[in-house]
T-cell receptor
Framework: EDQVTQSPEALRLQEGESSSLNCSYTVSGLRGLFWYRQDPGKGPEFLFT???AGEEKEKERLKATLTKKESFLHITAPKPEDSATYLCAVRGSGYALNFGKGTSLLVTP | NAGVTQTPKFQVLKTGQSMTLQCAQDMNHNSMYWYRQDPGMGLRLIYY???????DKGEVPNGYNVSRLNKREFSLRLESAAPSQTSVYFC??????????????FGSGTRLTVV
């Protein structure tokens, strides 16, 4: 059974204070690891797809990396508008994505 | 482009009532999904439709039924609502269930309360 564990559950940063979010996974035959951003009262918004260990993707202040057991979402010099819940999901042998419970990020000015 | 549209946005039901949640996408996607999101539980898959004419159960299908009406529309029906079905329901779509390279596009959700 696919399992996705995200840590920490919540993270509070000062503006400009870089940090990383972790997504550990267990899956039979990884066919993709996905990062989403979710703002309060809205649906998740797609950020990245990673397929193989060593792969990296970047978008503005966000950088996602992948190893055989975990993925990191690095946030460089965050701004208050980066405050959101970040969700990690994996696709294994089944058709649908399995999501972690998310990390709630708050960036204060 | 509207993307994925869900209706209604909010709903309060009494125990035992039935209702249908509607979802439509305008991106010509082949695959559609229904998830529920509960505090501390994350997103859990209820049903999905890999392509028009097919539907399959997800992790938590009990108490729900779905209909893939056409390529654009995928509805979720609660036949006899229970308080345990109080949740936020999200519909999503993707180009293909087999190759979700571009991820899912989610709707804005339906907030359902069963009293």
């Amino acid at each position: 059974e696919d399992q996705v564990t995200q840590s920490p559950e919540a993270l509070r940063l000062q503006e400009g204070e870089s940090s990383s979010l972790n997504c550990s996974y267990t899956v039979s035959g990884l066919r993709g690891l996905f990062w989403y951003r979710q703002d309060p009262g809205k649906g998740p918004e797609f950020l990245f797809t990673l397929y193989s260990a060593g792969e990296e993707k970047e978008k503005e202040r966000l950088k996602a990396t992948l190893t055989k057991k975990e993925s990191f979402l690095h946030i460089t010099a965050p701004k208050p508008e980066d405050s959101a819940t970040y969700l990690c999901a994996v696709r294994g042998s089944g058709y649908a994505l399995n999501f972690g419970k998310g990390t709630s990020l708050l960036v204060t000015p | 482009n509207a993307g994925v549209t869900q209706t209604p946005k909010f709903q309060v039901l009494k125990t035992g009532q039935s209702m249908t949640l509607q979802c439509a996408q305008d991106m010509n996607h082949n695959s559609m999904y229904w998830y529920r999101q509960d505090p501390g539980m994350g997103l859990r898959l209820i049903y999905y439709s890999a392509s028009e004419g097919t539907t399959d159960k997800g992790e938590v299908p009990n108490g729900y039924n779905v209909s893939r009406l056409n390529k654009r529309e995928f509805s979720l029906r609660l036949e006899s609502a229970a308080p345990s079905q109080t949740s936020v329901y999200f519909c999503a779509s993707s180009v293909s269930a087999d190759l979700p390279r571009y991820g899912y596009t989610f709707g804005s959700g339906t907030r359902l309360t069963v009293v």
